[in-house]
């Protein structure tokens, strides 16, 4: 009897429990294929919204009138709304889906709008809520949307809580019009070339880049990282051999000019790239694949005896089992054997490439046996299967050493890799369905930009070597999928131009790739990842055109 | 003397004809079997998996969330009493038990009610959330169900189907002169 009383209770209190989730998730939902219920359209100057005026339905409004001289008229559609259930901060913050919703405020018989892109603009879609050293990323900022609210209903944030209501809108740009792309080879060309252009004018005339760039208010942070500015020259050098664009060219040159004269240093008796005491092998790794760019597309030939220089430096790094000692101490001219996440891959390809340049077999070497240093698990580790590191640089040194130096087994581990990149990828999110095929970070938040965009550039390496090792078609197509649908995903955010009406600077930041579809952040290696896998995809296709023998890839 | 054989206790046992059925003391002073001790004992380990469970994860949160704090640290708590109680005073292990049982599934009942409800939630707002969100959910779901509701709920439906639980005869005391034991 008492059993059957638990279980009674137990019945109860799941279908209670069923039901008021059932209930709840009912009456917050939205329908974002709806008709559209009204229009919201804005003017906005150097990114500050001018005015605003609502429509009913979709008619035009002010939208057919001319655009002034840096004016910009933006449209969003409100196809639902739903109740917002509280003000608390974690309640209202977790209201509302990044880049698709916004807010309508009532106060005092006054109605606001905090559109998509006043959120943008407000970059509230970015500000995690922190709960001492937890940072937690929720829809909005919950402080900065209700401020600006608060301010356009000329109230205080407090009167406006206590006071006011707040509605969830459904919202879709009609202007400028959200556009749906395909990896083709013309825009994967403009995509491509604009991620290069960004770099280009990114490069001071002193040859140091402007490193990380706020797209919303042009602000620029202070850090630098050499890296990076490699990294950045490297994809800027391959952008301009490929368009041969004299502006391209000049930028090229300055970045690689300020490598060399600012940065390549004395480490014992190689060079090396440092700016310290403490030299990283990835700097140099990287420093090597610019030279080797900017040399063999012969923008500055007589940079050739560098990369000698810096070949030697990687490779008198390397230990016997393949592996890198990763840093260099300039001070006691010693090698220090740390290994950081990264730098084996990047020396492996670095050397690869050198190769082609140096025609030095001990490049070749070294590269193959990093590389098979890099995919040697032990037989009973079951979970590099599942745990994988950022393996770009290593399939891409597959690709480079696959002519010379087939590497079956990296050919499968970067083959598998992708598989998991893209089982794992973002597919089917009801509110975001422009996010599919990219790298996901979280089942609730915008992904970055250049997680996907390093996968990419792998997954082209990766399909280059697939097709010339005769990998099953079915594999082959499964890996080509993954990337037109990656690359899509990287297109369609690029900023060509992207939400210029918020933006202080658009011409400059025009190609930029942001940090997310929400946060116009550019730092220069995301053009670079994402500007590296759409140009050397674009060749793969540029070179299924060309006559049977021609070289593929980039 | 002869030897018991091992695994069995000696038993006091208190003979009860029916005629004399309700002067017969409520609790049958025999000692538990060895089979069902070894269950008690079972659950009350059973029970100290969750407790360190729920104790780590207190400990490892980085804010301390007063309502958090004194509902995870009061179940921590009580779950690792219980099973103390079950382990050194048998005379309590089945009231322990179904003591931990209740809370254990007090806390995974809570725990479900806000994952669902947060679930409910995330998917009001965000509509379907993609496979990557519903794998995920899956996962804590699956993690968090057998442990913290199947669990106690298999514990409770031991404890009802033995009731009443049965007293060691060593702290039942002899009959009264009167033959009734002591209330």
Known sequence: ?554 | MTSKPRGTTQVSAVACSPGTAARCPLTVPSRPEASERRKEIAFAVGNLIPATVLGAGLVALPVRYWPTDIVVGGATLVLAGASSLVIGRPALARRALLVGARVLLGVGVLLVTVALLSLAFLAGIHGDFGRGGVTLMLLVTLLVLPYAVVYPLVELWWLASRAPAPVPAATVASPSPDGESPA
């Open chain 1, 1 to 554: 009897m008492r059993q059957l009383g638990v279980a009674r209770l137990c019945a109860l209190f799941a279908l209670v429990l069923l039901g008021a989730s059932l209930g709840l998730e009912h009456y917050l939902r939205v329908d974002r294929q709806g008709a559209v219920k009204r229009t919201i359209i804005s003017s906005w100057v150097a990114g500050q919204r001018r005015s605003r005026v609502v429509v009913d339905g979709d008619a035009p409004g002010p939208l057919g009138d001319e655009p002034g001289r840096a004016r910009f008229v933006g449209a969003e559609d409100v196809l639902d709304e739903g109740p917002v259930l509280s003000t608390h901060p974690i309640l209202f913050g977790a209201s509302f889906v990044p880049g698709r919703d916004g807010v309508e405020a009532h106060y005092d018989g006054r109605v606001a709008y905090a559109t998509v892109d006043d959120l943008l603009a407000l970059q509230a879609y970015n500000h995690p809520v922190e709960l001492g050293p937890i940072r937690l990323q929720l829809g909005v900022d919950p402080d900065v949307v209700l401020d600006a609210l608060a301010r356009e209903l000329r109230t205080t944030r407090e009167e406006l809580v206590e006071s006011g209501t707040f509605r969830r809108l459904a919202l879709r740009h009609r202007y400028p019009p959200e556009v749906t792309l395909s990896a083709t080879e013309d825009m994967l060309r403009a995509a491509a070339v604009g991620a290069g252009g960004y770099l280009a004018r990114a490069v001071r005339a002193d040859g140091m880049y402007r490193y990380e760039v706020n797209g919303i208010d042009d602000h620029e942070t202070d850090d630098y990282n050499w890296p990076r500015h490699c990294g950045a020259t490297w994809y800027l050098a391959e952008t301009a051999n490929y368009t041969r664009d004299p502006v391209l060219l000049a930028a090229a040159t300055r970045a690689a000019r300020r490598l060399v004269d600012g940065a390549v240093a004395a480490c014992g008796e190689h060079r090396c790239v440092a700016v310290g005491d403490r030299a990283d092998l990835g700097s140099s790794a990287l420093g090597l694949l610019a030279l080797v760019e900017i040399v063999e597309g012969g923008i500055v030939p007589e940079l050739m005896p560098v990369v000698r220089e810096l070949a030697a430096f990687l490779r008198s790094q390397q230990r016997p089992d393949g592996e890198f000692k990763h840093f260099y101490d300039r001070r006691t001219n010693t090698p220090i054997d740390e290994q950081s996440l990264y730098y084996t891959g990047e020396a492996a390809f670095a050397l690869a490439r050198a190769e082609r340049l140096t025609h030095d077999r001990r490049d070749l070497d070294a590269a193959s046996r990093a590389l098979a240093h890099l995919v040697d698990y032990p037989f009973w580790y079951f979970g590099w299967h599942y745990f994988w590191g950022a393996e770009h640089w290593t399939c891409h040194a597959l690709g480079a050493l696959w002519e010379k130096a087939p590497n079956r087994k990296a050919l499968d581990f970067c083959m598998q890799w992708q598989e998991a990149v893209r089982t794992t990828a973002i597919w089917d999110r009801e509110a975001n369905p422009e996010y599919d095929g990219a790298t996901s970070a979280g089942p609730f938040v915008p992904p970055a930009l250049v997680g996907t965009a390093t996968r990419m550039e792998a997954a082209v390496s990766t399909l280059i070597v697939a097709r010339l090792a005769g990998v099953p078609a079915k594999e082959v197509d499964a890996l080509e999928f993954g990337i037109e649908k990656g690359l899509a995903f990287l297109m369609r955010f690029q900023l060509l131009p992207g939400p210029e009406q918020v933006m202080k600077a658009p011409r400059f930041m025009r190609g930029g790739i942001p940090n997310t579809p929400t946060d116009l952040t550019v730092r220069i290696d995301n053009p670079q990842h994402a500007g590296t896998a759409l140009l050397h995809y674009l060749k793969v296709l540029e070179a299924r055109r060309k006559p049977a023998g021609a070289r593929s890839g980039p």
